[in-house]
């Protein structure tokens, strides 16, 4: 399968504690993009990498996160010290660059704060 | 920012029927991209169909199509000949041509009845 794919599926952690996320995108998609969504909620934007360059943070992304795409392929985000109102299904989506290109999402990572 | 509303939470067709979807949005650029994305039930978001602002035509992939009003800043999507996999939460989704994040609305879930 060559879609975008995410790692864990699921994650259930203590408040309080880190949690990182990976994403591998498409292979040949230079833009990758990371969404939180919430129940009853559509996906909204955290941040956005064009290879290995973060180049739009939303100001949803908080200190505690962070995101990474060290050699511009997979991608990490991570949340330290978790609270309660982070759990979310988190949604990495990658692209070709250009305008208007889809934007392929990935299964997502949902993350659950006790 | 751009706000997408869909104001319509929940919607029911009976298979081989047609439905609408509505979306509203609210921007004050005069070109960007509106896309319609299909999440089936724990399974990924998919692209279904995607318009350009500058394009007057309404565009088609198969049994979907978009009603693009312009003017009045609508985007409404008809399913035609509903089928049970069609059963789904459906979002529109905003971009402008320079950014990069899709502003998504809430959602519309879809149920499809035999």
């Known amino acids: 399968d060559t879609g975008v794919s995410q790692n864990p599926r699921h994650k259930i952690t203590k408040r309080g504690q880190n949690v990182t996320f990976r994403c591998d995108p498409i292979s040949e998609h230079n833009r990758l993009y990371w969404y939180r969504q919430t129940l009853g909620q559509g996906p909204e934007f955290l941040t956005y990498?064009?290879?290995?360059?973060?180049?739009?943070k939303s100001r949803l992304l908080s200190d505690r996160f962070s995101a990474e795409r060290p050699k511009g392929s997979f991608s990490t985000l991570e949340i330290q010290r978790t609270e309660q109102g982070d759990s979310a299904m988190y949604l990495c989506?990658?692209?070709?660059?250009?305008?208007?290109?889809?934007?392929?999402f990935g299964p997502g990572t949902r993350l659950t704060v006790l | 920012a751009q706000t997408v509303t869909q104001s319509q939470p929940e919607m029911s067709v009976q298979e081989a029927e047609t439905v609408t979807l509505s979306c509203t949005y609210d921007t004050s650029e005069s070109d960007y991209y509106l896309f319609w994305y299909k999440q089936p039930p724990s399974r990924q978001m998919i692209l279904v169909i995607r318009?350009?602002?500058?394009?007057?035509q309404n565009a088609t992939e198969n049994r979907f199509s978009v009603n693009f009003q312009k003017a009045a800043k609508s985007f409404s999507l008809k399913i035609s000949d509903s089928q049970l996999g069609d059963a789904a939460m459906y979002f529109c989704?905003?971009?402008?041509?320079?950014?990069?994040?899709?502003?998504f609305g809430k959602g519309t879930s879809l149920l499809v009845t035999p």
């Open positions: 990498f064009q290879n290995e360059a973060q180049l739009e």
């Open positions: 989704a905003y971009r402008s041509p320079g950014g990069y994040a899709l502003n």
């Open positions: 318009q350009e602002a500058y394009k007057q």
């Open positions: 989506a990658s692209s070709h660059g250009g305008l208007g290109n889809e934007q392929f």
